[in-house]
């Protein structure tokens, strides 16, 4: 595994929240990230690490391969992979989002 690979793996297993996004949330670079920073503080998360992969080009590719999925934002609660703005705005819709950032 890649430098890039085992930081990343450090971040969504030593965080209980963790967002790979465009941007910060204080001052999102897309739409899509800043959705989905909305959706996790309505959701009541707190302590949320994000990661702006637009400062580093290895971490933007590396989360992509990480998790096989091709776009960001990706959200992390607790180690595992949720998904991406459209996946968290549909948790949200139905609860689920904030059982498990909650949980």
């Known amino acids: 595994m890649s430098d890039v690979q085992n930081w ?13 996004m465009k941007g910060t949330a204080q001052f999102p670079q897309c739409g899509f990230s800043g959705k989905a920073i909305q959706l996790l503080k309505a959701s009541g998360a707190e302590n949320i690490v994000t990661v702006n992969v637009l400062e580093d080009p290895e971490v933007r590719q ?13 959200l ?16 949200y819709e139905s609860g689920e989002l904030q059982s498990l950032i909650k949980g």
């Open 62 to 74: 590396g989360i992509k391969d990480y998790s096989n999925w091709p776009t960001v934002p990706q």
């Open 76 to 91: 992390y609660v607790k180690g595992e992979f949720v998904g991406g703005s459209d996946i968290m705005n549909e948790m």
């Open 8 to 20: 990343i793996k450090e971040t969504v297993t030593g965080n209980p929240v963790v967002l790979f």
